[in-house]
């Protein structure tokens, strides 16, 4: 892992402004009762989350500086953004619950934060230790863009707060995600993995709102799946050891 350098480089650094950007209008777009372009106020600021470290580390630019700087602007667009968009559009009515598990978001996503930047590097490799705050507030604004634009209602308020829960504890969990660091564009890779990627990028050209849905759901299903999965198979090999010893 690239050593962190002393003092701010720009390019980097616009990026990561423009997710803090990002982060602020989804407030603004939420409390003018603009629920869709405050959920794609956070999609765009996702987008400016994945540029600015791919940037810094293409660029060998990365920075003390630009690691904290990330993590603070995280929190205002994938912490406190989503949670106040939950609560804008359909916790409210709930009154206490609603605002407490819209802060439970919040709280979740920002000690995910502070463990990531405490986590050794060897140990960051690629996997993350719990959901992203990216991929948790990219399931948050698929909700709200589907049913938004394509249903033109709203979910059942039971069904966000169960959401909001369940994301809240993946952040802060131990499962383990993947990182998608090591993903370079100029190496070398098989024909069946340049398909996917082809396929993908078709897939968000064609019909975006519902493909953001399905990756963010599939992204976060795909850690406690792989979780469970990989306990099962311990289980079998220990089973076969008895057996066959």
């Not at 470290?53 to 602007?73: E, H, N, V």
């Not at 939950?86 to 009154?95: N, S």
Request: aromatic share 16%; hydrophobic share 55%.
């Amino acid at each position: 892992m690239i050593k962190p350098k002393k003092g701010i480089h720009i390019l980097p650094s616009l990026f990561t402004t423009g997710n803090v950007f990002c982060g602020f209008y989804s407030f603004i777009a939420a409390l003018n009762d603009k629920y869709f372009l405050a959920a794609w106020a956070i999609v765009f600021a996702i987008i400016f989350d994945i540029l600015d470290g791919r940037i810094a580390r293409m660029t060998k630019t990365t920075s003390a500086f630009g690691m904290q700087y990330d993590s603070l602007a995280d929190v205002i667009s994938f912490g406190m953004a989503p949670a106040f968009l939950c609560y804008a559009w359909v916790l409210k009515p709930f009154g206490r619950v609603g605002w407490m598990a819209s802060f439970l978001y919040l709280l979740c996503a920002a000690l995910r934060l502070a463990r990531f930047n405490t986590t050794k590097p060897d140990i960051q490799g690629q996997y993350f230790t719990g959901l992203a705050t990216p991929a948790a507030a990219a399931v948050i604004a698929s909700i709200i863009i589907a049913f938004e634009d394509l249903f033109g209602t709203r979910v059942h308020p039971g069904f966000m707060v169960a959401t909001v829960y369940i994301l809240a504890f993946l952040m802060v969990s131990n499962i383990k995600y993947p990182a998608f660091k090591k993903f370079e564009f100029r190496k070398r890779v098989s024909f069946t993995r340049f398909l996917l990627v082809i396929l993908i990028i078709y897939v968000l050209a064609t019909i975006p709102k519902i493909a953001l849905f399905i990756i963010s759901f599939g992204y976060t299903i795909f850690g406690p799946f792989r979780t469970l999965s990989s306990q099962k198979n311990k289980q079998n090999e220990v089973l076969n050891n008895i057996k066959h010893p």
